[in-house]
């Protein structure tokens, strides 16, 4: 029952499978029982190791240009017969590789803009500010902790002044 994207009180689909943009509290309330559940898909930014840095990976990009040019390499070389089903190869075979490789280029084209021109930076630094601001809360610190995530000492046993602005 604990899959990702369903909640385990009530098994109501939550969705969201595709994103890979999901920052913020992994303390989720369902809309459906409103009850709470741990949504580990959700990035807690300021606990990350990496931090903004570790998002900022081109590697996604890359993987969705390798895959659209292998289907695009699958639609020109198709041939005029289709061996496997015994079938001529109509055009709108060929038309439905060139349409999914055109998707992926989007996205890869998509995922390199973001990163290269700073939206992306931008973007993951409000949502860092947001995390530290709920990292803050020491009760809120606590409760990850306690739900296994790997939460900085200075948050859960603040001394001196630290980047909460406490003294
Ligand atoms: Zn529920």
Redesign the pocket.
């Known amino acids: 029952m604990n899959r990702p994207g369903i ?1 385990p ?2 098994g ?1 689909d939550l969705g969201l499978f595709l994103r890979r943009d999901l920052y913020g509290s992994p303390f989720r309330t ?1 809309p ?2 409103k ?1 709470e559940y741990v949504d580990r898909r959700y990035k807690e930014l300021a606990i990350l190791p990496d931090g903004i840095d570790g998002e900022m990976s081109y590697i996604p990009a890359v993987i969705f240009l390798v895959v659209a040019v292998i289907f695009v390499i699958r639609g020109v070389t198709i041939g005029n017969y289709d061996y496997i089903n015994g079938s001529p190869v109509t055009l709108s075979d060929q038309i439905i590789w060139y349409a999914i490789g055109g998707i992926l280029f989007i996205l890869a084209a998509y995922e390199f803009i973001v990163i290269k021109f700073g939206i992306k930076k931008k973007k993951l630094m409000r949502e860092y500010g947001s995390s530290v601001f709920r990292l803050c809360d020491i009760n809120y610190a606590r409760k990850l902790s306690a739900n296994g995530f790997n939460v900085p000492d200075k948050y859960l046993n603040p001394t001196g002044r630290d980047s909460c602005g406490r003294l």
Do not use: A, D, E, R
């Open positions: 909640c009180n009530c109501k369902c459906k029982c009850k």
